[in-house]
């Protein structure tokens, strides 16, 4: 009847995942405790899937690279104040890196952290995450969840896609209200991302910069790679004949092996082309901020397709803007060249495969040698090896030398399969980037993590052990931070800070949760033990012995750090 409809009851707790639901947001990655505890049985309970890590950096990290492989929010769901704060690092993460995701964190009462009262962990935590993301919000009233989330989802994913904060105070969960009405409160959100359109002249414009080009270069970053405009990116690189160049996240967008990859030709075509068309990359520190030694004396003119009109001139100037959608930017660019557009020279491409089939027949005697302890080219040789026998794989790579000789050693040949440490370079990503991974994508994982690396996120073993993913970790053990060779000047007891326990069974920890561990100690063990577990599809960790003397300070990146007048004395 009427009256008994008018009566039943819906709360905050089932609101939320209600919406979530409603909007296709069906994985939340978090950590329970208080307030969220009963929220998470009740989601799970709904058929959410609820992944619980052991930290919740680990968990926000996962939803980060969920959002950029779905192009959906990934949700990852936090207790307050030091839960939060965990979550928060990984929301920024998101936020530099331009991954859409919304980090809901319980909070406490508004009464008593306003007038801070010392509630239990009490923080006004919607102040603190404002600078960090791109919007944050706050639900106050049952009634307002819907809207609250749609807004989220839209901050995430609109435009330049980043991290959002969602606010819930414990009393929100526990709110009642007319089923009903609460159904009505909730909104379906459509078209998250609206097509974002180029004004025609920012196309003939760019168009009549390329004609002009003499030594023309394509730069790809992991923005083109999360448009998913895969086949328009492709139709545009082989009409243009333009050698094209992917950032770390964008390899695999068209096959490092296509003939006009510039990728082992990276110093020559930087310093000696004349045009240069980014493509959802951005001029930071990763491209020398577009000036400088690496960029050489020729002029050039930069063209640069990105949905922020503020990322425009923000290093140089920018001749070409072209703002909207990639997907968008690049059909309308292959509309603009029609059918009798002139490739790029051949002389300039020619020189361009030339200095990269040099590149890459000098690197191939060293990606075979069987060294034992390792050295970082005898083991990437062999799982440079693995990925090309299995493309589909997923890839995650974080660490020093293990991620820059990674980087350049294996190729990729699908988009979006390399997943990394991204715009900050920073550790920590590795173990929740395994986890969504193969939740997201339900392939198998390898994982190829320094050793150092794989400790900021190592106990999420357990998590991967718990839920039997596909995951298989390779740490590259070489008993150190860039090396493990320091020595302590004093002769005191105490290493150098830069040294751990030598001879680390990191095998060890992932038997403890009952997957498969396997120390390797040469190419050939590893490429056994890797395709072992790859076929298998069991939680592994490999134990890769490195020559502790093998690796150089700071990977490729030495130079960023400063140096001391005096100690050169
Ligand atoms: P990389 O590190 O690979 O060079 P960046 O993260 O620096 O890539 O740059 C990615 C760029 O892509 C950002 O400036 C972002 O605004 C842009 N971007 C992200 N998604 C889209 C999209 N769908 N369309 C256009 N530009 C996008
Ligand atoms: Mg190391």
Redesign the pocket.
């Known amino acids: 009847t009427n009256a008994a409809a008018e009566q039943e009851l819906t709360d905050g707790f089932h609101l939320i995942i209600d919406a979530l639901k409603l909007n296709g947001l069906n994985t939340i990655y978090g950590v329970p405790g208080i307030p969220i505890t009963d929220f998470g049985r009740m989601a799970q309970a709904e058929g959410i899937r609820v992944l619980s890590f052991r930290h919740e950096q680990a968990a926000g990290y996962a939803a980060s690279i969920a959002g950029y492989l779905t192009k959906k929010p990934g949700v990852c769901l936090t207790v307050s104040a030091p839960g939060f704060l965990n979550g928060l690092t990984a929301l920024a993460h998101a936020t530099t ?2 991954f859409p995701m919304i980090l809901i964190s319980g909070s406490s009462e508004r009464e008593i952290v306003d007038l801070q009262q010392g509630d239990y962990e009490e923080m006004d935590q919607l102040a603190i995450a404002k600078p960090l993301c791109k919007a944050a919000f706050r639900v106050l009233h049952a009634a307002d969840i819907g809207i609250g989330l749609a807004r989220a989802i839209r901050a995430a994913v609109s435009g ?2 980043g991290g959002v904060y969602l606010d819930l105070p414990a009393k929100l969960f526990g709110q009642v209200m007319n089923a009903d009405a609460g159904k009505k409160s909730l909104v379906k959100v459509i078209d998250a991302a609206p097509a974002q359109i180029p004004a025609p002249d920012s196309i003939k414009r760019a168009l009549d910069v390329l004609k002009s080009a003499k030594k023309p270069l394509i730069i790809l ?3 083109a790679a ?2 998913q405009a895969d086949d328009a990116v492709k139709a545009l690189v082989e009409t243009s004949g333009i050698p094209f160049l992917p ?4 390899k695999g967008l068209l096959p490092d092996t296509h003939p006009q990859c510039a990728g082992a030709a990276r110093s020559t075509v930087l310093k000696d082309s004349d045009v240069v068309m980014l493509i ?3 001029l ?1 520190w ?1 491209l020398s901020h577009g000036k400088g030694k690496s960029w050489g004396d020729a002029p050039k003119k930069f063209i640069q ?4 009109p503020k ?1 425009m001139d923000s290093n140089v100037e920018i001749v070409a803007p072209v703002v909207g ?2 997907g968008s930017c690049v059909a309308a660019l292959l509309d603009g060249m029609g059918k009798g557009w002139q490739k790029a020279p051949v002389d300039w491409a020619n020189a361009v495969t030339k200095k990269r089939e040099e590149n890459v027949a000098k690197m191939a005697p060293r990606l075979m040698n069987n060294n034992s302890p390792m050295d970082y080219h005898g083991a990437l040789g062999v799982l440079r090896t693995i990925i090309a026998e299995r493309p589909d794989a997923m890839l995650v790579n974080e660490g020093a030398n293990t991620l820059d000789l990674a980087r350049g050693i294996v190729d990729m040949y699908q988009p979006r399969k390399r997943i990394d440490v991204g ?1 900050w370079g920073i550790m920590g990503i590795g173990m929740g980037y395994c986890i969504a991974a193969a939740v997201e994508t339900g392939k198998p994982v390898l994982a190829i993590e320094g050793d150092s690396a794989f400790g900021f996120s190592g106990m999420e073993v357990e998590t991967i052990c718990r839920y039997n993913l596909p995951v298989c970790i390779v740490v590259f053990n070489n008993d150190g931070i860039y090396r493990g060779t320091d020595v302590n000047p004093t002769g005191g007891s105490d290493v150098a800070p830069t040294v751990f326990v030598k001879g680390s069974r990191y095998d060890k920890m992932m038997e403890a949760f009952g997957g498969v561990g396997t120390n390797a100690t040469s190419p050939d063990e590893l490429k056994r033990a890797v395709n072992a577990a790859m076929d298998s599809g069991k939680p592994t960790l490999i134990n890769a012995v490195i020559d502790p003397a093998a690796g150089s300070e700071s990977g490729r990146i030495g130079n960023l750090n400063p140096q001391s007048v005096l100690s050169k004395k």
């Open positions: 890196n331009c330049r896609p970053g992991k923005g999360y448009a950032m770390s996240m964008a959802g990359a951005r930071n990763l397709i990105d949905i922020e990322e959608d990639i715009t």
